[in-house]
């Protein structure tokens, strides 16, 4: 894996995002300014984000509006607790082999809209009642303006794959890649 596409380097994530001139020399030199326009474009970027993926179909929380700090959206749980993050589920079996398979498709639907998640792990899915979720895209990334699009869809594969191989539910990165980055170029 390149340096260029490690979370530390923020960078690769901002590629495509426009920004006026003055806006972007400030982000470029790290002024004040600069990190007040990165940090208010995590969440302008989340909120678009998740409002294509959910347009596309992706089961992703539905996002209701922009807040000063972030975004709100759709609860997912009930009343007597939230939906666990994949990685605390405790799934295995048919459960273990329907998260991966709709994790599959999740992906395809985003492919399809000209999203990558672009930080997908399992600490980034939830699963509530038989239905995999998808959640914090501040990081995601439009195919279309991100050069960088193709190389962070071939790493959150690699990052769930791993967890699901581990137990028993094997996803094949470079077949799974092949399928979905045709999305993205064409």
Same mark, same amino acid.
């Given at each position: 894996? =390149?340096?260029?596409? !490690?979370?530390?380097? @923020?960078?690769?994530?901002?590629?495509?995002?426009?920004? &006026?001139?003055?806006?972007?020399?400030?982000?470029?030199?790290? @002024?004040?300014?600069?990190?007040?326009?990165?940090?208010?474009?995590?969440?302008?970027?989340? *909120?678009?984000?998740?409002?294509?993926?959910?347009?596309?179909?992706? &089961?992703?929380?539905?996002?209701?509006?922009?807040?000063? /700090?972030?975004?709100?959206?759709?609860?997912?749980?009930?009343?007597?607790? %939230? %939906?666990?993050?994949?990685?605390?589920?405790?799934? =295995?079996? #048919?459960?273990?082999?329907?998260?991966?398979? +709709?994790?599959?498709?999740?992906?395809? +639907?985003?492919?399809?809209?000209?999203?990558?998640?672009?930080?997908?792990?399992?600490? &980034?899915?939830?699963?509530? #009642?038989?239905?995999?979720?998808?959640? /914090?895209?501040?990081?995601?990334?439009?195919? !279309?303006? &991100?050069?960088? %699009?193709?190389?962070?869809?071939?790493? #959150?594969? =690699?990052?769930?794959? /791993?967890? *699901?191989?581990?137990?028993?539910?094997?996803? /094949?990165?470079? !077949? %799974?890649?092949?399928?979905?980055?045709? #999305?993205?170029?064409?």
């Amino acid at each position: 894996m =390149s340096q260029r596409t !490690t979370y530390r380097n @923020s960078a690769v994530y901002r590629e495509g995002w426009y920004l &006026n001139a003055r806006d972007q020399r400030a982000v470029s030199r790290g @002024s004040p300014h600069g990190h007040q326009v990165v940090a208010g474009n995590w969440s302008v970027n989340e *909120f678009e984000m998740l409002r294509r993926a959910w347009r596309a179909g992706a &089961n992703v929380p539905y996002p209701v509006e922009r807040t000063d /700090d972030g975004v709100l959206m759709e609860y997912v749980g009930d009343a007597s607790r %939230a %939906a666990p993050r994949l990685v605390n589920a405790g799934l =295995s079996g #048919d459960a273990l082999h329907a998260a991966r398979d +709709q994790l599959l498709d999740n992906v395809a +639907q985003l492919t399809g809209a000209q999203i990558v998640h672009a930080d997908l792990s399992v600490y &980034n899915l939830l699963w509530w #009642d038989g239905r995999l979720v998808l959640i /914090d895209f501040p990081q995601a990334v439009d195919a !279309t303006t &991100n050069p960088s %699009a193709a190389e962070l869809l071939y790493r #959150d594969l =690699s990052n769930v794959a /791993d967890w *699901f191989g581990r137990r028993g539910a094997r996803i /094949d990165v470079e !077949t %799974a890649f092949a399928e979905l980055v045709v #999305d993205l170029v064409y």
